[in-house]
């Protein structure tokens, strides 16, 4: 891995991890998004389970590569269902960019390790 990798894995980690951690406190803001697209009660903690793991993944990616480029692709999937999601509400742009952008840097992990 070279240190842009390093970096903007250990940023994806961190991004990830917070997220995970306000998914299971449940927020007014992502259980009401929860909601609107239909999920059922508590499915935002399925969510942060799934960021969790996916933090995890990629912090064990830095001993075995393979499988922080599998975690860096499913985090990809997951921001790009985000991004998909938000745009079957037709929400602003603005409540979009936080999906897109973190499925713009889950892209930069996946291509920073694959090219290290």
Known sequence: ??????????????????????????????????????????FERTLGLIKGLGALGLLIGFFMPWLGVLAGLSFVAYFVLAVGAHRKLQDAPKEMAPALGLAVLSSLVVITTVLA
Do not use: C
Request: glycine share 8%; no cysteine.
């Open 1 to 42: 891995m070279n240190m842009l990798s390093i970096i903007l894995t250990v940023l994806l980690i961190g991004v990830a991890s917070a997220s995970a951690v306000m998914d299971f406190q449940g927020p007014a803001q992502i259980t009401e998004l929860m909601a609107r697209l239909e999920y059922r009660p508590g």
